[in-house]
C-alpha cells in the first residue's frame, strides 16, 4: 500500500526531501513526481531543478539536464555543487566555454570544493588550457591526497604537458589507491605507447578491458598501439569491438579513420568521419579527421575547410587543424602559404614538433639559424619526452644542421633518431633476404614465355608502374609523365599489394596461379585504377617496392609498361637514411642493413632485367634525366606510346597532388646538388659502405644541367629560402 501522503499535503521542504530520498533509493517516478509538485507551486526552484536535471543525466537526456541545471543554478544562492555538476554536464555536451564558466562560478563561491576544483581542471585540460588545468588538478589532490581519480586527471593534464615520467608516477598512486582502476589502466596503455611501448600499450588496455569490458577508452588505447606497430588489420579490430557496442561513440568512429586511410579505404574513411561530425558537429577532431578523408581523397578546397572548421572550434583539435593545414598547401605545391601556416603554428605552440618536422622540409637552414637553437632546446629531457615526437625532432635537427654545414652534429642527430625508430620496429635482414630471393624463383624466364599470357591476362595497357628504392627518383620521373596531357598521375598506391595480400602469401601462391587467376589480379587492379584516371591514356602508380611485383604485373598486365629509376647506390641509401618516413620503410633505420636491403634489391632487379619483356620494361638513371634531360624524358614518353609533350620539361610548374618525401624537389626545376652527395659525408657512412661494397665513394662535383632543346638558356638553380 502507498503510505506517501498526498502531495498537496505536504509542504515543499517535505516534498524535497522525500524527493532525495526516493531517488536515492532508485525509485526514479516518485522522485520526479515530487519535483514537479514542487516546480509548480516554485518554478525554477533551484533544488527541484538540480535533482531534476540528475535524473535527466542518468537517463542520457543531456539537454534537459543541463536546461535543468541552469535553472537551479540561477538561484541567488545556488550552492556551488550546482555549478560544479553543471559545469560537467556542459563539459560532456562539448559546451566548454559554458562548462568553464560555471566551473570557474563554482571554486569562487567554495575554494574548498574538491568536486569543482576537479571538474574544472578536466574542462581546462580539454580546452587545452593544460597550465591552469594543472592548477586545478594540483588543488584537488593537495585538498584529498587519496582520491584516486584525482591522480588519475592530473596524470593526465601532466601528459598532455609532455612531462609523461612524471604522468606515469601518478597514474601508479592511482592504481596503488585503486588497483583495479579500469581508466588508470586504460589512460597508462596510451602513455606506453607515446613511450614507444606498445607491447606494454596492449597488455595495459588489455587488463583494463578486462575489469570494465565496456569501457571505451581502453579500446581505442588498444588500437592505438597496435596502429603504433603499423598493424592496421588489429587496429582496425579493436576500434570495431568497441563499436559493436557503441556504435555511436565518437572517439571510435575518428580512430577507426585512421586505418582506413593507410588501407586506401578511403570512402569508408570518409563515411566514419562523416558520422562523426553529424552526431558532434561541434567537436573539432572530428572535424580534422574528415579534411584527412577529403585531403587523402584529393578533394583540397573541402579539406582545407574542414580544417579551417576545427580551428574554430573549442578542445584539443586547434594545433593538428593547423598543422594538416600546412601540409595540405606542401601537397598541392603552395610552398610559402604552407612554410606562413607551420610557422603560425610555431608562435602558438612552440613545442610542435609535427610544425618543426613539415617546416625543416620547406627551409634551408644557415649557421646560427634561431630555429636550429630552439629544436635543440627541445630535446632536453623534461620538454619533450614523447618517443615519436623526439624520433622525428631528431630528424629535423639532423637536416637543419646538414644544411648549416655542420655534418658532426647532423649525423649525431640522424644516429639517435635512427636508432630510436629502429627500436620500434621488427625486421629481420636475413629472412628479408631470403624473401627477395624466393620472388625472383617464383618467376623464372619460362612463366613470360607462355602461349596463353596475352589471352589469360587483363591485357590492359592503362597503368605505368614506376618502381626502384625509395628516394631513388620515381617522384621526379612520376612528375614528368604526369606533366604529359594523357597521363594521369597516381601517386603512391598500395593496391597492388592489398590485391596480392588478400589471395595468400607471396610469392609462394605464384606457382598456384592459374592464367585465369592472374589475369584476376589484373582486372582487379585496372577496374580500381579507371576510375581514378579521369579518362586519361595512362594512369602512374609510382609505389617504389613494386619492385617486388614486377613479375607479377608483367604476368598480370602484360601490356602495363614498368619504369625503373635507379640511382647511385651510396647516394639513394644516404637520402632514405635522412628521413623518416610516412609509409614504413623498415629497411632504412640502419646503415648495415640499408646497405643489406639495397644489394637484395639489386639482384631482383637483375634478375627482372633478364626475363621480363623489353618493350614492356625500361630503366632510367636518375643522373642521366637530370644530366640530360630532354632525350631522356622524350625516350619515356615514347616507351608510353604517346607524342611528345613540351608540358613535360616543365614538371615543376605541372599543378597536382603529390604526397611523398620528395614532394618539394619534385615542384623544383632541375638540379645537381644531390648527385654524389654521399661522398661529402663518406666518414660517417662506414657500415653502409660496407655492406654495399663500395671502398671509397667519389665526391662528384656539382655540374650545370643541360638545356632543354626548345630552350636557348641554360635551367637554374631554383632560390632557396633561408
Not at 55 to 69: K, R, S, T
Not at 309 to 332: F, Q, Y
Not at 375 to 391: S, W
Not at 519 to 529: D, K, P
Request: aromatic share 8%; net charge neutral; proline share 5%.
Amino acid at each position: 500500500m502507498n503510505t506517501t501522503p498526498p502531495q498537496q499535503q505536504i509542504s515543499m521542504e517535505q516534498a524535497l526531501a522525500q524527493a532525495q530520498a526516493h531517488w536515492n533509493a532508485g525509485q526514479a517516478d516518485q522522485a520526479e513526481r515530487l519535483c514537479q509538485h514542487v516546480l509548480a507551486i516554485w518554478p525554477g526552484q533551484s533544488d527541484a531543478s538540480h535533482l531534476m536535471g540528475l535524473m535527466a543525466h542518468a537517463y542520457g537526456n543531456l539537454p534537459v539536464a543541463i536546461d535543468h541545471l541552469q535553472r537551479a543554478c540561477q538561484a541567488p544562492r545556488a550552492p556551488a555543487t550546482y555549478l560544479s555538476n553543471l559545469a560537467e554536464m556542459c563539459r560532456q555536451a562539448g559546451r566548454l566555454v559554458d562548462a568553464e564558466a560555471a566551473g570557474r562560478r563554482a571554486i569562487a563561491i567554495d575554494h574548498g570544493l574538491v568536486a569543482g576544483w576537479n571538474n574544472l581542471g578536466i574542462i581546462l585540460q580539454e580546452a587545452g588550457k593544460f597550465d591552469e588545468s594543472l592548477t586545478c588538478l594540483e588543488q584537488v589532490v593537495m585538498l584529498k591526497p587519496d582520491y584516486p581519480e584525482a591522480q588519475n586527471n592530473l596524470a593526465n593534464t601532466l601528459k598532455r604537458l609532455g612531462r609523461l615520467a612524471d604522468a606515469r608516477r601518478h597514474y601508479e598512486i592511482a592504481l596503488s589507491l585503486a588497483p583495479h582502476y579500469a581508466e588508470a589502466l586504460s589512460n597508462l596503455s596510451n602513455l606506453a605507447t607515446d613511450m614507444g611501448q606498445p607491447q606494454e600499450a596492449l597488455a595495459y588496455a588489455r587488463q583494463a578491458i578486462d575489469i570494465n569490458p565496456r569501457l571505451a577508452d581502453a579500446y581505442i588505447n588498444a588500437a592505438a598501439a597496435e596502429q603504433s606497430r603499423g598493424d592496421d588489420g588489429e587496429t582496425l579490430r579493436w576500434v570495431d569491438k568497441l563499436l559493436a557496442f557503441n556504435p555511436q561513440h565518437i572517439g571510435g568512429l575518428l580512430v577507426r579513420t585512421v586505418p582506413l586511410r593507410h588501407l586506401d579505404r578511403l570512402d569508408e574513411a570518409l563515411e566514419a568521419a562523416r558520422r562523426a561530425v553529424t552526431l558532434a558537429p561541434e567537436n573539432g577532431e572530428a572535424h580534422v579527421a574528415m579534411g584527412e578523408a577529403l585531403q587523402a581523397l584529393g578533394r583540397t578546397d573541402d579539406a582545407l575547410a574542414a580544417y579551417d572548421r576545427a580551428t574554430k572550434l573549442p578542445g584539443l583539435a586547434l594545433e593538428k587543424a593547423m598543422v594538416n593545414r600546412g601540409i595540405c598547401l606542401v601537397e598541392i605545391g603552395e610552398t610559402a602559404a604552407a612554410r606562413a601556416a607551420f610557422e603560425q603554428v610555431l608562435a602558438l605552440f612552440p613545442r610542435s614538433i609535427s610544425a618543426w618536422f613539415n617546416l625543416s622540409d620547406l627551409v634551408t637552414f644557415q649557421p646560427g639559424d634561431p630555429a636550429i637553437a630552439a629544436m635543440e632546446a627541445l630535446l632536453a629531457p623534461t620538454v619533450i619526452q614523447a618517443r615519436n615526437d623526439r624520433t622525428a625532432l631528431h630528424f629535423a635537427l639532423g637536416k637543419a644542421w646538414l644544411d648549416s654545414g655542420n655534418a658532426e652534429r647532423a649525423f649525431h642527430h640522424f644516429q639517435e633518431g635512427n636508432r630510436q625508430k629502429r627500436a620500434t620496429l621488427s625486421y629481420n635482414p636475413d629472412a628479408i633476404e631470403r624473401w627477395v630471393q624466393s620472388i625472383a624463383d617464383a618467376f623464372p624466364a619460362s612463366v613470360f614465355a607462355a602461349p596463353d599470357i596475352a589471352e589469360g591476362a587483363a591485357g590492359d595497357d592503362l597503368p605505368v608502374f614506376v618502381i626502384g628504392m625509395p628516394r631513388s627518383g620515381t617522384t621526379l620521373v612520376e612528375q614528368v609523365l604526369a606533366s604529359h596531357a594523357q597521363v594521369q598521375g597516381g601517386g603512391e598506391l598500395a593496391l597492388l599489394n592489398r590485391i596480392v595480400d588478400r589471395i595468400g602469401p607471396y610469392p609462394a601462391i605464384v606457382g598456384q596461379l592459374t592464367p585465369a587467376g592472374f589475369a584476376a589480379i589484373g582486372h582487379q587492379y585496372v577496374e580500381h585504377v579507371r576510375t581514378l584516371s579521369n579518362g586519361k591514356r595512362r594512369f602512374v602508380d609510382k609505389m617504389p617496392s613494386n619492385f617486388l611485383y614486377a613479375g607479377l604485373i608483367a604476368r598480370s598486365l602484360p601490356q602495363a609498361r614498368i619504369i625503373h629509376v635507379r640511382r647511385n647506390a651510396a647516394d639513394t641509401c644516404f637520402s632514405c637514411y635522412t628521413k623518416l618516413f610516412t609509409r614504413e620503410q623498415l629497411f632504412t633505420y640502419d646503415l648495415a642493413e640499408l646497405g643489406r636491403f639495397y644489394r637484395d634489391y639489386e639482384k631482383l632487379m637483375a634478375h627482372w632485367r633478364r626475363v621480363l619483356p623489353p618493350d614492356r620494361f625500361i630503366e632510367v638513371d636518375y643522373e642521366d634525366l637530370v644530366g640530360d634531360f630532354e632525350p631522356q624524358a622524350r625516350r619515356l614518353i615514347d616507351f608510353l606510346g604517346l607524342n611528345w609533350d613540351p608540358a613535360c620539361t616543365d614538371f615543376h610548374k605541372t599543378k597536382r597532388i603529390i604526397r611523398t618525401a620528395s614532394v618539394n624537389q619534385a615542384r623544383e626545376p632541375l638540379f645537381t646538388r644531390s648527385i654524389g652527395r654521399a661522398g661529402r659525408y663518406a666518414a660517417h657512412l662506414a657500415p653502409l659502405l660496407a655492406a654495399l661494397g663500395i671502398e671509397e665513394v667519389p665526391v662528384v662535383a656539382e655540374k650545370p644541367v643541360k638545356a632543354a632543346r626548345r630552350t636557348a638558356r641554360p635551367a637554374k638553380e631554383p632560390a632557396r629560402q633561408a
